[in-house]
Structure formats: structure tokens, C-alpha cells
Nanobody
Framework: QVPLVESGGGLVQAGGSLRLSCAAS????????MGWFRQAPGKERRFVAG????????SYDDSVKGRFTISRDNAKNAVYLQMNSLNPEDTAVYYC???????????WGQGTQVTVSS
């Protein structure tokens, strides 16, 4: 298993920045693909960004490209999401997820709320 705990959410004004952190435990983290998802009120959970186990490959939803950056530190068992130029449409609960097999997002954190005021 890969228990995950997110932190770093909060209230920020439009144009501001936040950095989300995801603390993982368990050996499986080291070879897991990791990702960030978000769910806005009344909407489905959507993929935001992903990173390979080595950190060498990243992917982003078009809505956050150029504004968000995903990174990981395998020595600290942590994944990060740097979010810049935030706008109210980024308001959502953000979830960290792990995919140990490379085929499905199996483990999820509890989520952290991000609210962007206009």
C-alpha cells in the first residue's frame, strides 16, 4: 500500500500561488507513478498532473500547462504541485494519487481544499 497525506491547500487571491505537498509512506512509493487530481463542487474528479517514478516524465492537463509544476523527491517520499497564476476556476479539492503498477490509480489521499478568490 501507499498511504498518502496531502497538505498545503488554503485560500489565495487570483494570480497567487500555492504549493501542495503529498507525503507518502511505504516502499511502493519509490516505483509508483504519482499524480494530482482535483474535484470542483458538482463536477467529476479530473486529472491535473502526473509524474513517472523517476521524475523524468511529466504530464499535465491543458488547463494547467505553463502554470502548474509537478515534482517529486523520492528520498523524502514526497510529491509536490507548485501552482502559479491561480484563478477561481482552479478552486477544488486536490487529491494525490499513486499508481504502483503503471496501469491504474489505486491509492488516494483524503484531499486538500484550494480556494481561489477573485
Amino acid at each position: 500500500q501507499v498511504p498518502l497525506v496531502e497538505s498545503g491547500g488554503g485560500l489565495v487571491q487570483a494570480g497567487g500561488s500555492l504549493r501542495l505537498s503529498c507525503a507518502a509512506s511505504g516502499r511502493a512509493f519509490r516505483w509508483s507513478r504519482m499524480g494530482w487530481f482535483r474535484q470542483a463542487p458538482g463536477k467529476e474528479r479530473r486529472f491535473v498532473a502526473g509524474i513517472s517514478w523517476s521524475g523524468g516524465v511529466t504530464s499535465y492537463d491543458d488547463s494547467v500547462k505553463g502554470r502548474f509544476t509537478i515534482s517529486r523527491d523520492n528520498a523524502k517520499n514526497a510529491v509536490y504541485l507548485q501552482m502559479n497564476s491561480l484563478n477561481p476556476e482552479d478552486t477544488a479539492v486536490y487529491y494525490c494519487a499513486a499508481d504502483p503498477s503503471g496501469s491504474s490509480w489505486v491509492y488516494w489521499g483524503q484531499g486538500t481544499q484550494v480556494t481561489v478568490s477573485s
